[in-house]
Nanobody, 119 residues
Framework: QVQLVESGGGLVQAGGSLRLSCAAS????????MGWYRQAPGKQRELVAD???????NYADSVKGRFTISRDNAKNTVYLQMNSLKPEDTAVYYC?????????????WGQGTQVTVSS
């Protein structure tokens, strides 16, 4: 089992910045990919960015150039630096960890942290 604890959400004005953190504990040796998803009211949860254990990153088109994901393997923590925030970035942000077990991928989720961007 993997436990994920997020921090860093809050209220910010458009154009501002926030940094989210997600600390993993438990069976962390099994984690391959860590990332951030978000879900706005009335919308489906969507991938924001993810990063492999080797450091390869992937971003949603809507956040490219504004958000940066990073990972500190020594601290078992993944970060999401969010700059130039827009009102449409308002959502609950969830940390995700993927653990391959035999032929399946097990998803672990954090409890979510609210990010609100005012115009």
């Amino acid at each position: 089992q993997v436990q994920l604890v997020e921090s860093g959400g809050g209220l910010v004005q458009a154009g501002g910045s926030l940094r989210l953190s997600c600390a993993a504990s438990g069976s962390i040796f099994s984690i391959n990919v860590m990332g951030w998803y978000r879900q706005a009211p009335g919308k489906q949860r969507e991938l924001v960015a993810d990063i492999t254990s080797g450091g390869t990153t992937n971003y949603a088109d809507s956040v490219k150039g504004r958000f940066t994901i990073s990972r500190d393997n020594a601290k078992n923590t993944v970060y999401l630096q969010m700059n130039s925030l827009k009102p449409e970035d308002t959502a609950v942000y969830y940390c995700n960890a993927k653990s391959p077990i035999l032929t399946i991928i097990v998803d672990y989720w954090g409890q979510g942290t609210q990010v609100t961007v005012s115009s």
